[in-house]
């Protein structure tokens, strides 16, 4: 990730105190992010950065809608997230991650690059199940064509050996 340079925080003239940073987030991140699922997204972060002597505190407010492949039908689906994160950034010898939440950076340092953050953060609400919602007589709004092909693929592959065991009962 190497060309979205508003992403970049340079803490080093910042006073101690309260910093406030809006960001707006789409496709040309998402592309250069290269996140495996999210094809495009219309996300807003709103980051307060708390600069103190020895260490900066960032929260983010994270909210907005990202386009992710449906894991039935494999068309586009808008999947709605809202997440708050916290990223503490403590001052040390070299670059270091005590936990998910606390890093530690060098010394010498005075800039900060927030991209990879916010991409992690919002990856991390991707659902681990990715259907399209069903409508309101329950019928699915996944592509038909491709339910269609679904069922008659499951259709024709019963394996006789399973038919056998749905003969079986457990006592």
Same mark, same amino acid.
């Given at each position: 990730?190497?060309?979205?340079?508003?992403? *970049?925080i340079?803490? %080093? !003239?910042?006073?101690? !105190?309260?910093?406030?940073?809006?960001?707006? *987030?789409s496709?040309? /991140?998402?592309?250069? %992010? &290269?996140?495996t699922?999210i094809?495009?997204?219309?996300?807003? *972060?709103?980051?307060?950065?708390? #600069?103190?002597?020895?260490?900066?505190?960032?929260?983010? +407010?994270?909210? !907005?809608?990202?386009v992710?492949?449906?894991?039935?039908?494999?068309?586009?689906?808008?999947v709605?997230?809202?997440?708050?994160?916290?990223?503490? *950034?403590? /001052?040390?010898?070299?670059?270091?991650?005590? $936990? $998910?939440?606390?890093?530690?950076?060098?010394?010498?340092?005075?800039?900060?690059?927030?991209?990879?953050?916010?991409?992690?953060?919002?990856?991390? +609400?991707?659902?681990?199940? #990715?259907?399209?919602? &069903? $409508?309101e @007589?329950g019928?699915?709004?996944c @592509?038909?064509?491709?339910?269609?092909k679904?069922?008659?693929?499951? %259709?024709?592959? =019963?394996?006789?050996?399973?038919? %056998?065991?749905?003969?079986?009962? =457990? @006592?």
């Amino acid at each position: 990730m190497g060309t979205l340079k508003e992403f *970049v925080i340079s803490f %080093a !003239g910042l006073s101690e !105190g309260i910093h406030k940073y809006n960001y707006k *987030v789409s496709r040309s /991140f998402f592309e250069e %992010a &290269e996140s495996t699922e999210i094809e495009d997204g219309d996300v807003e *972060v709103k980051l307060e950065l708390e #600069k103190q002597t020895r260490m900066l505190i960032f929260n983010f +407010q994270i909210s !907005g809608t990202i386009v992710v492949p449906c894991d039935r039908c494999l068309d586009p689906m808008n999947v709605e997230i809202e997440s708050e994160n916290r990223l503490i *950034v403590k /001052f040390g010898e070299r670059w270091d991650e005590e $936990d $998910d939440e606390v890093l530690i950076i060098p010394e010498h340092e005075h800039k900060i690059d927030i991209k990879q953050f916010i991409a992690e953060f919002i990856e991390l +609400q991707i659902p681990m199940r #990715k259907v399209h919602p &069903e $409508d309101e @007589n329950g019928e699915s709004n996944c @592509n038909p064509e491709i339910l269609k092909k679904l069922k008659e693929h499951q %259709a024709a592959e =019963i394996d006789p050996r399973w038919e %056998a065991l749905k003969n079986l009962k =457990i @006592n």
